[in-house]
């Protein structure tokens, strides 16, 4: 059973920086491009970041360009490290994977972690 546990949420102040982590289990992604979506109170879950496997391709939100960089730390590791946060990035962060390729639509990716909260206070 394939499961993926993000970790690295919690409170910081505006400004301040985050690194996500997404650990995967039951099978290894040498192939499959990985992402990370958010969901804010009251809104819909929207794309993030994606990643080929090899990093060649990689797509950002432009709210979070030049803010945010997704990485492949190894075969079963992705990160998310998050600067320069505002409060508008409050949001429960998931992490994707099993895409063929790197994209932002949320139904190519079928394996998804539970979540991890990011607070961001003014």
């Known amino acids: 059973q394939v499961q993926l546990v993000e970790s690295g949420g919690g409170l910081v102040q505006a400004g301040g920086s985050l690194r996500l982590s997404c650990a995967a289990s039951?099978?290894?992604?040498?192939?499959?491009?990985m992402g990370w979506f958010r969901q804010a109170p009251g809104k819909e879950r929207e794309f993030v970041a994606a990643?080929?496997?090899?990093?060649?391709?990689t797509y950002y939100a432009d709210f979070v360009k030049g803010r945010f960089t997704i990485s492949r730390d190894n075969k079963v590791t992705v990160s998310l490290q998050m600067n320069s946060l505002k409060p508008e990035d409050t949001a429960v962060y998931y992490c994707?994977?099993?895409?063929?390729?790197?994209?932002?639509?949320?139904?190519?990716?079928?394996?998804w972690g539970q979540g991890t909260q990011v607070t961001v206070s003014s």
């Open positions: 039951g099978r290894t992604f040498s192939s499959d491009a």
């Open positions: 990643r080929s496997w090899t990093g060649r391709s």
């Open positions: 994707a994977a099993g895409a063929r390729i790197a994209t932002p639509t949320s139904t190519e990716y079928q394996y």
